[in-house]
């Protein structure tokens, strides 16, 4: 795979297709996932994580899970919810499975499309919930971080899962700098789930 990492636009890793089961917000649920994107093997524990803490916002608009990979935190809200549901990633064949996984959960409200950030959305969000692309390096992170905000309705609210030793308090600091409100709602085993109220 020649160091390449999940979050490159066209994954050059050989196809190899699976399809995994998790329990999630007290669902069951399979995900059909492969090789050249995020967490293939099992739903990753810091998205877990973030999929237990989440708590629907209070104001209208548009739910969108940044960074979808095969579309395990979109699918499984859009399920809960009429809202429409947005899924992105930059990672064409992470976008391919999650819109299969879309279809395979027949989460009607939900599409996933490809993008880079924010690019492909010009809508104004009520929640955007994220497991950023850490290893793509701070600048992104935080271009994200900025991204969402920008996105984001008055009163909505960027969720996101970040381990403490990939820099979790780094990630603090930049949305303190951007969010006039941010909590730490949870934190399990190493990892911390911020809520950063616009």
């Not at 010009?122 to 692309?133: Q, Y």
Request: proline share 4%; with cysteine; glycine share 8%.
């Amino acid at each position: 795979m020649s160091g390449e990492q999940y979050f490159h636009a066209s994954p050059s890793a050989a196809s190899d297709e699976k399809v995994i089961q998790a329990k999630l917000r007290g669902r069951d649920w399979s995900f059909v996932t492969d090789s050249g994107v995020f967490s293939k093997q099992t739903v990753d524990f810091g998205t877990e994580t973030l999929l237990e803490a989440f708590e629907w916002p209070d104001v209208d608009g548009d739910i969108v899970d940044i960074g979808c990979g095969y579309g395990v935190v979109g699918v499984t809200l859009a399920k809960e919810t009429a809202r429409n549901v947005l899924l992105f990633d930059i990672n064409q064949r992470a976008v391919e499975l999650a819109k299969r996984n879309i279809q395979r959960h027949q989460a009607e409200n939900a599409e996933a499309a490809e993008s880079d950030l924010f690019n492909a959305y010009e809508g104004r969000a009520a929640a955007i919930l994220t497991n950023p692309p850490i290893r793509a390096g701070k600048k992104v992170v935080h271009q994200l971080f900025e991204e969402a905000f920008e996105a984001l309705r008055p009163g909505g609210e960027c969720w996101i899962v970040i381990q403490k030793k990939q820099g979790a308090p780094s990630a603090k600091e930049k949305l303190n700098e951007l969010f006039p409100v941010v909590k730490n709602v949870k934190k399990n085993k190493g990892y911390y789930i911020f809520r950063a109220r616009k």
